[in-house]
């Protein structure tokens, strides 16, 4: 059979196995982004919907206040009870929820104070006074309120030219003629903890029952105004009611989306991410409002559809079934012509055997991906064998599977010997001893122009390695940062005791939660790029010149590090060294001899506001989620300036955690100095992924400064932010 047809042939069930696919994905990408501006068309009518609920509602208060003001227009002389039956009349409570009361202040100059209190005690009111009674030129006291019940009663008398915020309202209604809304304030009739944010609605009243037109006719004729105040949350809540709405919104007061500026809001105290967000400019009375329209819970349960879903599951299943037909008549072909190339290879001589070295590479290669296989298979057969105990017929079978496979094992097992891929031998290693062995051999491979400093800790866990391998790894770690500091520097060896925990082992591939010996190398040279980091292990990159570096050397460490079951994770900073972390296993039969400071507890957090600083975007949303499941306030930041600006908007920020090296031109020390010239005895953590004796100076902190070396365990944060919040609260 020609070899091109054969080719084609052997990939025609793959080719219709892709076309299938890429069929199903345009039919499942044309529906669901039919659904998608379904969805978005629907987002932008209830926001439209919502934004039209509001106006409509405030426009009904405008004409409520017009019509107060007519009556006062239409008669010369509105007494206390007309003023109250026609308020009676238009039942607020019932029709208009949000509304506090409708009230009416006349322009009373301070020459006529005196006699204008005269006249309100004489209607009854004894105990009736203009508040609060500092001297003004003129006055706009309270005197009508509607209705006049207890929360409305706080509010008589009360002059509304004394407060900035109901002033420029007052002098914008005065001068416009027209309805003016206040800023966000919050309301005198307010009581106890059940305040809310609230706003005023101010139309004026001119003598000769017209408007002047002109701006200063209009004040030198105006005579009072008619006033609704509204509390934020009960108004918006009124509207809501009345609107079956997909939207949850929020309101401010303004153009700065800001706490303060903040009106209300019923979203969710928990959000999670919306696919629809808009933010809308809200022109109410002359004052400007900024809404944020997010989904509601309810918005996605009423625009999803499963048709995208049921296309997936109907092409993916065409699709399969017609590759299962192809492959299988490719498979009919197929053993027709390894037939024939059988009866041929039986007339041709056995060609030459490869060199030895290449026999073992390939050998070697095809026992590693033979021995995945194999393991599969085992394990598969081994779980059938269990399940068809009561089918001795099909056990025996799953049995022949896994006897067969034994045999492969077997088979590969001499495959390895023969590419003299012999394993590891560990021992029990005391690791100090080995660093105090190979200190006189680096320091000769260093130079007298690079410092060597040994760090070793104290009770150090004995580890299960190889001591040979280990030297090698050392040794070419040591060669690497000689490279990094041609102009001299110094080159950190410290030794420790770790636990990593799940989390930990969660966020790194092949990590193992438990004990380990820690083994860091921390140099002072030129650092790593990112892109550099993430090729650093690959076999033969390297940056150095041509001829002068294999690039074996870090995948070496790699590879023997994977083999020992240890760990080993790089840090570093261009222009700021480099730090490589080996995590060594821990020599299990012996831990009884040292007290093991990685005893299981649970981690204590706390309520504290802690500012975040981190400009790595997956260790900042990591430790943000453990922060918060520990029971903290975060507030982050990905920069110094963001920082900075963070501190300024949130005062009650309890405690600053901020990484060392960061770009955007503030370092984390920066950062903590403008801190606490901003805030004085604000408490502060580093954090850094150097060890500590690489950052700081001559192998110790400075006095006060608390470091927190990563990688960390959950425990080791909680510990140490209570801790450094402990020792804030005893400075005192």
Known sequence: ???????????????????????????????????????????????RATEHAIRDRLHAYETILRGTVGMFYASEDVTRAEFKTFIDILQLQRDY?????????????????????????????????????????????????????????????????????????????????????????TLVQEIGAEAQPGFVMFMPIYRGARDPVDPARRRAELTGYVHAAFRSIDLMNGIRQAEDSLVNFALYDGPAITPEALLYDDRPA????????????????????????????GFRVATDSDEPNIVVATGVTISVILFVIFLMMHRIIHERRVAAETLLAAERQVMQAQ???SIGQLT??????????????????????????????????????????????????????????QPLDPKAVDVNTLLTGMEPLLRRTLGAHIELKM????????????????????????????????????LIIETGNVHLDQDYADQ??????????LVAVSDTGTGMTPEVIARAFEPFFTTKPHGTGSGLGLSMVYGFVKQSRGHIKIYSEPGHGTALKLYLPRLNGKAERIASTSAVRTPQGGTAKILLVED?????????????????????????????????QHADIDLLFTDVVMPGGMSGRQVADAARAMRPGLPVLFTSGYTENAIVHNGRLDAGVHLLNKPYRRQDLADKIRAVLIAADSSD
């Open 1 to 47: 059979m020609n070899q091109g047809r054969f080719s084609y042939l052997r990939a025609l069930p793959w080719l219709v196995l892709g076309l299938g696919l890429l069929a199903t994905y345009g039919a499942w990408k044309l529906f669901d982004t039919s659904i998608t501006n379904s969805a978005d068309r629907r987002f932008e009518q209830e926001v």
């Open 97 to 185: 929820p949000g509304i506090q009361g409708i009230g009416y202040s006349p322009v009373i100059s301070a020459a006529d104070l005196v006699a204008h209190e005269a006249d309100i005690r004489a209607e009854g009111f004894s105990d009736y006074s203009v508040s609060p009674p500092d001297m003004r030129d003129a006055y706009s006291p309270i005197v009508y309120i509607e209705p006049f019940n207890e929360r409305n009663q706080r509010a008589f008398g009360f002059d509304m030219n004394t407060e900035p915020i109901r002033r420029e309202a007052l002098e914008r209604a005065r001068d416009n003629g027209n309805t003016a809304i206040s800023g966000k304030l």
């Open 270 to 297: 928990i959000r999670t991410d919306s696919a629809h967000e808009q933010i809308i400019p809200l022109e109410v009375a002359g004052r400007r409002w900024t809404a944020i329209f997010t989904e509601a819970a």
């Open 355 to 357: 060199k030895m070295e």
């Open 364 to 421: 070697g290669g095809i026992a590693h991906d033979f021995n995945n296989l194999l393991t599969v298979v085992m394990g598969n057969a081994e779980l059938l064998s269990e399940q068809l105990e009561a089918q001795k017929s099909l056990q025996e079978l799953s049995e022949t599977i896994r006897s067969a496979a034994e045999r492969g094992a077997g088979l590969t097992s001499r495959l390895l010997a023969f590419a003299r891929r």
């Open 455 to 490: 760090l070793p800790a104290d009770g150090l866990w004995d580890a299960l390695i190889d001591a040979s391998q280990l030297e090698g790894a050392l040794l070419n770690l040591s060669i690497n940062a000689r490279d990094a500091m041609p102009d001299g520097g110094r």
């Open 508 to 517: 790194n591939a092949e990590m193992v939660p438990g004990d380990y010996i």
């Open 616 to 648: 790595d975007d997956l260790v900042r949303q990591n430790v943000t989620a453990q922060l918060q499941r520990l029971g903290y306030q975060t507030v982050v930041a990905s920069t110094g300036p963001e920082a900075i600006e963070a501190l300024k």
